[in-house]
């Protein structure tokens, strides 16, 4: 009866310490699959986190251009605008000068008009 008993004390513990590999198994294919799982986490948010730095910095790329753009654009409207007005300051002083002279010579036409004539 001893023996039996011993033998199947055996087996029990057999059993038991089958069962305690089982679980330790599946625990440590647990903590496994969770750690894949937080490395695939911290591999995707990296990624994600790189492409929305990449995108940031294309904007910001994109609006320094733009700026230039912008820059160039509205320095060459003051250009044209301060050409414009030279222009216009030009015409007016071109039309005053004419009419400067129209007036100098009716006056030199009516002095010579008013001059006794000494071919007589």
Do not use: F, G, Y
């Amino acid at each position: 009866m001893r023996r039996r008993a011993s033998k199947e004390r055996e087996v029990e513990e057999a059993r038991t310490a089958a069962e305690e590999r089982k679980r330790a198994a599946a625990e440590a294919a647990k903590e496994r699959t969770a750690a894949a799982k937080q490395q695939a986490d911290d591999v995707a948010a990296q990624r994600i986190a790189l492409a929305e730095a990449a995108k940031r910095e294309e904007q910001a790329t994109i609006r320094a251009a733009e700026q230039k753009a912008t820059a160039a654009a509205e320095s060459k409207l003051d250009d044209a605008q301060a050409k414009r007005s030279d222009a216009a300051n030009k015409r007016a002083q071109a039309d005053q000068v004419e009419q400067l002279a129209k007036l100098e010579k009716q006056k030199r036409q009516s002095e010579r008009a008013n001059e006794p004539d000494h071919k007589s």
